[in-house]
């Protein structure tokens, strides 16, 4: 997120964690270009600009990242989607977040639904 933010563009960040909020603040408090909202991204997302979506694969019990994706990529053609810490199949090199085996079969029985998209 720094990296994006040091982009000098506007950016805004969504967090469901009250604790994650409170650190995402600290670490950008410098950053006048950072917009920081608390709340669920899967209904704060169409209060944005339907342009550019940084979307973490979060690892916790709630996996909103399909959702978010239907979201986001509902805005239209133009949507440009980036996900960060999600695992690359075809390239054991890029690091991703581990996830619990539940989480992973779970991404596994959503790929019917990924695979509509073009990557």
Known sequence: MKALAGANLPVVTIENDRRNYGFARARLRNFENVELRLGDSRFRLNELPHLFAYLDAHWDADLPLAEELEIVLG?????????????????????????????????????????RWVF
């Open 75 to 115: 805005w239209g053609s133009d949507a440009i989607v980036m996900i960060d810490d999600f695992q690359v199949p075809d390239d054991p090199g890029y690091g991703h977040d581990w996830m619990p085996e539940s989480l992973f079969l779970f991404l596994e029985a959503r790929k019917a639904m990924f695979t």
